[in-house]
């Protein structure tokens, strides 16, 4: 039977039976409960993620306030590219905040999987450069619009955010106080 990992690499690259036993042996994976902080500002990031189940939160320490910036969902690559890729410290922490299902890609396990597995290496660059595009966009978006004009979007785009994640969490998110966020909520409903 084939792993979870095999399966979901599968839709993108075609692996042979040796090269779905090393993705197996290469990219383990792991769970971790509701709370648990994956990467700590100050660590040196030696992992990254792809979520099969659960929620990821990135987020920065400013003036001692959290500042979430990320949500990873089902499906999605969550890593600290900078910290992952330079080797240095990373400045956020990542949060499961929600019990995960995580498959697990050190960096020593990515370089033999880039030898063993044509096709994995040009996935992975694909990868992130889809994730700088989306990034880069994300960004933008969040510069020229509103605050009200933000929680539209993310009741458009990510409806099951709302429904997963703490209004707390949200506000920081969307770059508000918690108040605030009543307030944006109360009158879209009145609307």
Avoid: W
Avoid at 61 to 88: H, P
Avoid at 107 to 134: Q, T
């Amino acid at each position: 039977m084939k792993s979870e990992i095999v399966q979901l690499l599968e839709g993108a690259i075609t692996l042979n039976e040796e090269q779905a036993n090393a993705v197996t042996e290469c990219i383990p994976i792991k769970t971790f409960e509701k709370g648990h902080i994956l990467l700590r500002e100050g660590q040196v990031s030696n992992e990254s993620y792809f979520n099969i189940k659960g929620l990821v939160r990135k987020y920065y320490l400013v003036d001692g306030e959290e500042r979430t910036t990320e949500f990873y969902v089902e499906k999605e690559d969550i890593s600290s590219l900078q910290s992952y890729n330079l080797n240095v410290p990373a400045n956020h922490y990542l949060e499961c905040i929600e019990d995960c299902k995580l498959a697990v890609l050190s960096r020593e396990k990515e370089l033999e999987l880039f030898k063993r597995v044509p096709g994995f290496e040009s996935l992975c660059r694909v990868s992130v450069e889809e994730e700088l595009g989306a990034y880069q966009d994300k960004l933008a978006q969040f510069m020229i619009s509103s605050p009200e004009k933000r929680y539209l979007d993310l009741m458009e785009n990510r409806p099951d955010l709302l429904q997963r994640v703490p209004q707390y969490h949200l506000a920081s998110y969307l770059g508000v106080k918690p108040e605030s966020l009543s307030r944006i909520r109360k009158r879209i409903a009145k609307h």
